[in-house]
């Protein structure tokens, strides 16, 4: 009986290789592109999956909301914050923290940047990380301890038998030497940590910052939980608003429930939360973009399916006499479904094959683009080639039954004695046209989302900033303690070299994670007590920076209270310093123009000596985006400090140089060579603003390419099934064609109803496609501060394209066809 049925198989595609080819091919696409999207899907949702006891681990994020500011979410904590969580919550087995400290490691004549965790010891009790030389227990028995991955081990040793050799770090301004205890695996793409150099945390490792390590209005580092059972997640984070109404206050702040939350983030959940709070070690992934990917690979699976059983419908006539003369000799129905269905599973399972081969020589290219590893093993743990199996013979069962009852529910007598094969009448006709408008609604819903994540993407590359992005160069830790020469000589310095155009420090940069916010409020309203952000600006700032006025004036030295270093403290404390604000700081304080807010007199709080600080407004700038397009500016104030060589250790200044664009190279050698001059033992940290930014960009810009390609995936797989069925029903209709253009039709008149008709479903498409497609589009825009208008114009051209599109695949069935001549076609049946 299978070797009738799969002679019979044999036979029906070697006849009608066409339909053949577009149901493998179609299928096929249609495997692949939803192997490769789940395959993705899958990877994003592994992240940190791979630790142990991973459903019992958490890190503790800090959420605030404070007047004056949109609410915002951290995952940097308090120092302080561990001890105390340990001491009042016993659920809590074992607690880490870590802080990314960027420090110059030296070995030999060989010194680079790289990333230093400072940890606690006890972070191998929280992540069960794998070791390839030492272990756990001796990792970090002392201050002097130092574990390294893999490939910082073959970096600076040439090999990963590392344990015992000895490392020159430098922190906080202080060379240390580090002997290593052990060598990590290099942890697995899917890790949310970056863990190359590890070394033990202790206030007496950074002097310098031991003040603000003790405050819990200072927020630097992560901290991890790891609980005695998932349970106690629930437990503890119910339990924290009263923990911090009674712990999270010291001399210098005060902290309560109803402004600021801790949240217990799960670590497989880590990965999608850093998309908008900002992430840890690496990017973070929009959830809802992820999900997106996912429903893509199924709907142009989906499309595939539809494009099939349309096919497979369209042709059922051709089958229609083998399936009447099978009856007569005693098949039953049943036996048929069973053929028939069979024969699809068989087309799909070979579809699987071409989509596996199709899968493989695209994944490279996957891969590039999103810069993560995706791969496809088929065996082992996670292995794809079983699911792959089950997807083929789901999708061959799915595309086949309603095309096997069709087949198998045709009259033996009707058939034989008609003259021509039947079709399917009226109601096989809608049901193709039905399945026609699903599949063009999903193609022509994909490419307009495409259209308008393009969109957006390139509107937030090119967007306005508050600040000119061309031409601008930063280099971070010029007041590093390693550096030797002061700030003000090495400003001074690159001032004076070619190409450079102007020069300032500040203690916020671009792409920064450096804030200091504080209370500030009017004199003339004592309530309305918004929190700014302060930023500490040397001379030249808005001029480098580019900055737009919008009221009032630019901080400038020639006028003697816009610099606090000029200011005596008596001054300062009596007359005040002129400050520049945001736009956000004046909405904040209740101003909807900028220019009533010039003049006006703020208290900033108190200096150290205990001294109540005052500031005047003389100028209102746009809102500068150093961070996220997704989070909207913080309110900040500008204070001008020329005397940047007194500021504390604790802030990091950064230097912005505006350069003459064409000069770009020559300039950035010359920034080099000079910085040697001026710091021979720290490596430059020099990089464009464009590139200091592009984090924020780059992982939707590279999905968005991932989504793009799939939609036009998904419009080819419809246009195929649409061009099966042009070459189907042109070839019923060569007679009926034949007598149009008998009776005086023109070729015009035939080409205006053929396509007429095959372009029906298409427009009806649109009445699907349009709607769900914005609905989506703005659930996913509104996750962006700055975003697009949904313009019509990102609707229309899908629909336009898809329509040109069909056009042009159906042309050539429909013109060949009504060229033809009349007395040929009239004897076509």
Same mark, same amino acid.
């Given at each position: ?586 909405? &904040? +304080? ?5 220019? =009533?807010? *010039? #003049?006006? @007199?703020?208290? !900033? %709080? ?120 042009? &070459? +189907? ?5 060569? =007679?009926? *064609? #034949?007598? @149009?253009?008998? !009776? %005086? ?85």
């Amino acid at each position: 009986m299978w070797g009738n049925y799969a002679l019979s198989l044999y036979r029906t595609l070697t006849r009608h290789r066409l339909y053949a080819a577009l149901n493998t091919l179609g299928l096929a696409l249609g495997i692949a592109v939803c192997l490769i999207l789940l395959l993705v899907v899958r990877f994003e949702n592994s992240f940190d999956r791979w630790v142990p006891d991973a459903e019992r681990i958490v890190r503790v994020n800090e959420w605030f909301s404070f007047p004056g500011r949109p609410p915002s979410e951290d995952a940097s904590t308090q120092a302080i914050l561990l001890p105390a969580l340990k001491q009042d919550f016993p659920q809590i087995e074992a607690g880490a923290r870590i802080w990314a400290v960027k420090t110059i490691v030296r070995a030999g004549d060989r010194q680079s940047f790289e990333d230093l965790a400072l940890t606690d010891p006890a972070i191998f009790d929280v992540f069960s990380l794998p070791f390839r030389s030492g272990n756990a227990a001796t990792a970090l028995p002392d201050l002097n301890s130092l574990v390294v991955s893999e490939t910082m081990a073959r970096k600076y040793f040439g090999t990963v038998d590392a344990v015992g050799r000895e490392l020159t770090v430098v922190v906080d301004g202080a060379a240390r030497t580090y002997r290593v205890t052990g060598v990590l695996k290099d942890l697995p793409p899917n890790s949310h940590l970056e863990l190359g150099l590890i070394a033990r945390f202790d206030l007496s490792v950074v002097p310098s910052m031991r003040e603000f390590l003790s405050r819990w209005g200072s927020s630097m580092l992560y901290t991890y939980l790891k609980l005695r059972s998932p349970a106690d997640i629930a437990a503890v984070q119910a339990a924290l608003p009263d923990f911090i109404d009674r712990r999270a206050h010291d001399a210098t702040s005060s902290l309560h429930h109803e402004v600021a939350q801790y949240r217990l983030i799960p670590l497989a959940g880590i990965h999608f939360r850093d998309a908008k709070t900002g992430a840890a070690f690496k990017p973070g992934a929009d959830p809802l973009f992820i999900g997106a990917l996912g429903v893509m690979g199924v709907v142009t699976l989906l499309v595939a399916v539809v494009n099939y059983i349309s096919l497979a419908t369209a042709r059922a006539g051709m089958r229609a006499r083998e399936v009447a003369v099978r009856k007569v000799m005693g098949a039953t129905r049943r036996a048929l479904v069973v053929q028939f269905v069979a024969e699809s599973v068989v087309m799909a399972l070979a579809a699987g094959l071409v989509a596996a081969a199709l899968a493989e020589l695209a994944l490279p290219a996957v891969s590039a683009v999103l810069g993560e590893p995706i791969h496809l093993t088929y065996f082992g743990a996670g292995g794809a080639a079983l699911p792959l199996v089950a997807l083929c013979v789901a999708v061959g069962l799915l595309s086949g039954v309603y095309p096997a009852l069709v087949l198998s529910g045709f009259r033996p007598a009707a058939v034989l004695a008609s003259a021509r094969t039947p079709g399917g009448g009226r109601s096989g006709a809608r049901v193709r046209e039905v399945l026609a408008v699903g599949q063009f609604a999903i193609a022509i819903g994909l490419m307009a989302c495409a259209a308008v994540i393009f969109a957006q993407i390139q509107y937030l590359r090119n967007a306005d900033v508050g600040f000119r992005r061309d031409g601008l160069i930063v280099i971070q830790g010029i007041n590093d303690p390693a550096v030797s020469t002061n700030m003000r000589s090495m400003l001074d310095a690159f001032r004076r070299l070619p190409g450079v155009v102007s020069v300032t420090a500040s203690d916020r940069r671009p792409a920064g994670e450096e804030d200091s916010n504080g209370n500030v409020s009017l004199v003339s309203n004592p309530k309305v007590e918004p929190i700014l952000t302060r930023e500490r600006v040397g001379e030249d700032y808005a001029q480098t920076y580019g900055l737009d006025l919008l009221a009032g004036r630019y901080l400038d030295m020639k006028h003697g209270l816009d610099d606090r270093a000029s200011l005596s403290d008596e001054v300062y404390a009596t007359r005040g310093v002129n400050i520049m604000i945001n736009e956000a700081a004046a909405r &904040a +304080f209740g101003f909807t123009q900028p220019s =009533k807010i *010039i #003049g006006e @007199r703020v208290r !900033l %709080g108190r200096n150290r000596s205990g001294i109540e600080v005052f500031a005047t407004i003389i100028g209102v700038v746009r809102d500068v985006r150093f961070a996220s397009p997704r989070n909207p500016p913080a309110p900040q104030y500008y204070m001008q400090d020329s005397g940047l060589a007194n500021t504390d250790a604790a802030a990091n200044f950064a230097a912005a140089i505006r350069v003459s664009e064409p000069d770009m190279p020559a300039v950035t050698k010359r920034l080099e060579t000079a910085w040697r001059t001026l710091a021979p033992g720290v490596p430059l940290r020099a990089e464009t603003v464009d590139r200091a930014l592009k984090p924020y960009y780059d992982p939707d810009a590279r999905r968005g390419q991932l989504f793009a390609a799939g939609s036009a995936l998904s419009t080819i797989i419809a246009c195929l099934g649409l061009y099966g069925l042009a &070459a +189907f029903n042109t070839a019923r209709r060569t =007679k009926e *064609i #034949g007598i @149009r253009k008998t !009776l %005086g039709a023109s070729t015009a008149d035939v080409l205006r109803l053929l396509v007429g008709e095959f372009l029906r479903p298409v427009l009806w498409a649109n009445l699907i496609a349009w709607p769900v497609a914005w609905f989506v589009m703005r659930s996913w825009l509104s996750g962006f501060d700055q975003r697009i208008d949904l313009n019509p114009v990102y609707f229309l051209a899908p629909s336009l394209a898809a329509i040109l599109v069909a056009v042009v695949t159906v042309a050539d069935q429909t013109i060949r066809v009504a060229r033809a001549e009349p007395s040929r076609a009239l004897r076509y049946e």
